[in-house]
Every structure is written in C-alpha cells, then in structure tokens.
C-alpha cells in the first residue's frame, strides 16, 4: 500500500437498465439526422448554386474571384476564364475560383 494513494476496492455495481440499447440507436440517428440538416444538406446546396453560377458565366460579366479581385471576363473556355483588371491588364483564373457575379455596371461605379 502506498503512502499517499489510498487503495481503491472494486463494488458490485447496480445492472443497467433494459432497453438502454435502444434508446442510444435511436439518439445517433437523431444526432446524424440533425447534422444532416444544419451542415451536410445546406452544403450542397450551395455547391450546387455555385457550380449553376459558374456553368453560366458569359463574356462581358462583370465578376468577383475568391481572392477578391474584380473584372470584366474578356474570354472563357471550360476551365479557366480571362479576366480584364485594368486597361491591358488580363488575368487568367480558373472558372471554379469566380465567387460572385457582379451586377452590370458595378465596375464603373467603382472606380
């Protein structure tokens, strides 16, 4: 026996209770069946969304990229788009990397 741990001795402990199996399947369903709701199903969603936006896009938008960078798309093909930045200033990204579409004008009134 140590000095400062006293010895821990083992007790009968009381049966669980019946029916607890059930009551846990039924809770991970629910668990997952919420997670599908609040985080897998909105995903898609926008997944979705994003990839109807890209499939559209057209020569002359005006249009955002992920990394914020504003332009006029001046050429596109099935990956990647060309957009113009600035008076002879073409930058080429890929069509999946486009966040927003802008409305018409915006660039004008931009500056």
């Not at 209770?17 to 069946?33: N, R, S, T």
Request: a positive charge; glycine letters at 8%; proline letters at 4%.
């Amino acid at each position: 026996m140590s000095l400062f741990i006293a010895s821990a001795h083992a007790q009968a402990g009381a049966a669980p209770a019946p029916g607890g199996e059930i009551f846990q399947i039924v809770f991970l369903v629910g668990i997952f069946a919420l997670f599908y709701f609040i985080a897998i199903r909105p995903q898609r969603k926008r997944q979705k969304e994003h990839a109807q936006m890209v499939a559209a896009l057209a020569k002359g938008d005006e249009v955002v990229t992920t990394s914020g960078i504003l332009g006029r798309i001046s050429a596109l093909d099935d990956n990647y788009i060309v957009l113009t930045v600035a008076e002879k200033v073409d930058m080429k990204f890929q069509r999946v990397h486009v966040h927003a579409v802008l409305p018409k004008g915006t660039l004008k009134s931009i500056g």
